[in-house]
């Protein structure tokens, strides 16, 4: 996965939430984005990340989930999540 892509898809950014989240606050955002998602909620539809504003799909917050249930794959995130961003 290309650096752009680690920050841009990074779970904590698509759930709205910080690496501090427990696993409860990460599954109740998850649900939550996924219940707004389906009624197509104008807040839900876009994130913040380092590298400015993106869509939020279901399929990205699915994603994000199964990302931060896995507990390797959650703690590679909260690092890239805590990364500093240098932009030109």
């Known amino acids: 996965m290309a650096l752009r892509e680690r920050l841009l898809e990074n779970p904590f950014f698509v759930l709205g939430l910080t690496p501090e989240a427990t696993r409860v606050e990460v599954e109740r955002a998850g649900q939550r984005l996924l219940a ?3 009624i ?3 807040a839900a539809l876009h994130y913040d990340s380092p590298l400015g ?4 799909t279901p399929e990205l917050v699915r ?4 990302e931060l249930r896995d507990p390797g794959r959650r703690l590679l995130h909260e690092v890239w ?3 500093p961003v240098f932009r030109p």
């Open 63 to 66: 994603h994000a989930l199964a």
């Open 36 to 38: 707004e998602l389906a």
């Open 81 to 83: 999540a805590q990364a």
């Open 40 to 42: 197509r909620r104008e």
């Open 53 to 56: 504003r993106a869509p939020r």
